[in-house]
């Protein structure tokens, strides 16, 4: 079931999603710093994550991570870059595995049978197997566990922010702009700026409707 690193993952599947093929650019990297201060300052401003430092939260027990990654994927089919946003917002930011915790865990539960990676519109992303499936309904309480310790977390920040409030997802939004001019081909670059237009014109779309009545 594996595909081996060296053949399928570390390849052009992954690295094109930003994940190894960058050398380092973006927050943590080695090559290229991370964002400039203004930038982290105005990330954080807006409820968004700490784009220069780790966030810290509760300790990651052993086997969290491939729990995490089977519940994510649960939900629908998605590719390593995603797994690990996936992660972090469901934990309020908490939690952000690093690629080197993510990368032999996906292998390990391709050898299992659990997950296997499939080409769907031209990219590839990780989908659970029927055996996977049937793990994740056989095994609710120990990925419900996964994501206990963040419960509060998670309820501590919505109650800081609110019913409705904007900032938090303004943050987000900010920080995968961030992430895509850093680390995007020029294609993902140019698709992200058809997305935040049509994004802008239904933002003005709102306000033209005006107060119902």
Same mark, same amino acid.
């Given at each position: 079931?594996?595909?081996?690193?060296?053949?399928? =993952? &570390?390849?052009?599947?992954?690295?094109?999603?930003?994940?190894?093929?960058h050398? /380092?650019?973006?927050?943590?990297?080695?090559?290229?710093?991370?964002?400039?201060? =203004?930038v982290?300052?105005?990330?954080?401003? #807006?409820?968004?994550?700490?784009? /220069?430092?780790?966030?810290?939260?509760?300790?990651? $027990?052993?086997?969290?991570? $491939?729990? !995490?990654?089977?519940?994510?994927l649960?939900?629908?089919?998605?590719?390593?870059?995603?797994?690990?946003?996936?992660?972090?917002?469901?934990?309020?930011?908490?939690?952000k595995?690093?690629? /080197?915790?993510?990368?032999?865990? &996906?292998?390990?539960?391709?050898?299992?049978?659990?997950?296997?990676?499939?080409?769907?519109?031209? $990219?590839?992303?990780l989908?659970?197997?029927?055996? @996977? $499936?049937?793990?994740?309904?056989?095994?609710?309480?120990?990925?419900?566990?996964?994501?206990?310790? #963040?419960?509060?977390?998670g309820?501590e920040?919505?109650?800081?922010?609110?019913?409705?409030?904007?900032?938090?997802?303004? @943050?987000?939004v900010?920080?995968?702009? =961030?992430?895509?001019? &850093?680390?995007?081909?020029d294609?993902?670059?140019?698709?992200?700026?058809d997305?935040?237009?049509?994004?802008?014109?239904?933002?003005? /779309?709102?306000? !033209?409707?005006?107060?119902p009545?």
């Open positions: 079931m594996g595909h081996g690193w060296g053949q399928g =993952w &570390v390849g052009p599947g992954w690295a094109a999603e930003g994940m190894s093929g050398k /380092g650019r973006g927050p943590g990297g080695r090559g290229r710093p991370g964002p400039p201060p =203004w982290q300052e105005l990330v954080r401003s #807006f409820g968004g994550p700490d784009m /220069g430092a780790k966030a810290r939260g509760p300790k990651v $027990r052993r086997g969290d991570v $491939r729990a !995490a990654i089977l519940d994510v649960a939900v629908e089919p998605m590719n390593g870059y995603q797994i690990i946003q996936q992660i972090s917002e469901r934990s309020a930011g908490a939690w595995p690093s690629p /080197g915790s993510v990368y032999p865990t &996906v292998q390990q539960l391709e050898d299992e049978g659990l997950i296997e990676g499939q080409e769907r519109e031209g $990219r590839r992303v989908v659970l197997t029927e055996e @996977g $499936r049937t793990y994740v309904a056989e095994h609710p309480d120990e990925l419900r566990a996964t994501w206990r310790p #963040f419960e509060a977390t309820d920040v919505a109650a800081a922010a609110g019913v409705g409030d904007l900032k938090p997802v303004i @943050g987000q900010m920080g995968a702009v =961030w992430q895509i001019m &850093v680390s995007g081909t294609q993902q670059r140019a698709e992200a700026a997305v935040l237009g049509e994004t802008r014109r239904r933002l003005y /779309g709102l306000l !033209a409707e005006g107060e009545e």
